[in-house]
């Protein structure tokens, strides 16, 4: 069985957060938070913020911890996705390879992508109400140990 770590963010800007549309054949145009797959070596906040970075242009620093959801893509796999809500700190917004597009969208227009099944997991949808209700926990949750 496989079990894949994954980092997600949630960035928030005058009330919208920030998706990207995927380029990923067997997800081609759903629309994800920037996440990506735990690289060894790293904590998964440092994941978060690389993958961030690498899908939408921003240095992002994770804040808080807003929960960790898992999610099975089949039988024989796993993944745990650790979803942060993260800070811009410096970059500036930019649609890499790895993203058809990188959109802001209000709450109203990822529940519409969520209706119509254009969302790439249901982690994403969960996720973002869990942030919206204002779920929270401090990133010493996470404890990174040698």
């Known amino acids: ?11 928030e800007r ?7 549309q995927e380029t990923l054949e067997k997800v081609r145009g759903k ?10 070596g790293e904590s998964i906040a440092e994941c978060a913020a690389r993958e961030g970075r690498e899908e939408t242009g921003f240095e992002l620093k994770p804040a ?20 942060f809500s993260s ?15 990188v959109k802001w969208l209000s709450f109203e227009e990822i529940r519409e992508l969520k209706e119509k099944g254009a969302l790439r997991s249901s982690y994403v949808w969960k996720a973002v109400l869990d942030y919206k209700a204002g779920k929270r926990l401090l990133l010493e949750t996470i404890q990174v140990l040698d």
């Open 1 to 11: 069985m496989g079990i894949h770590v994954v980092g997600s963010n949630i960035i």
């Open 64 to 83: 808080y911890l807003v929960g960790i959801y898992q999610h099975h893509l089949a039988l024989e796999n796993n993944v745990i996705l650790f979803v």
């Open 87 to 101: 800070d811009i700190v410096g970059g500036e917004l930019n649609v890499p390879k790895e993203a058809m597009d």
């Open 31 to 40: 629309w994800n938070l920037p996440a990506g797959r735990l690289d060894g």
């Open 14 to 20: 005058d009330g919208k957060i920030l998706l990207m």
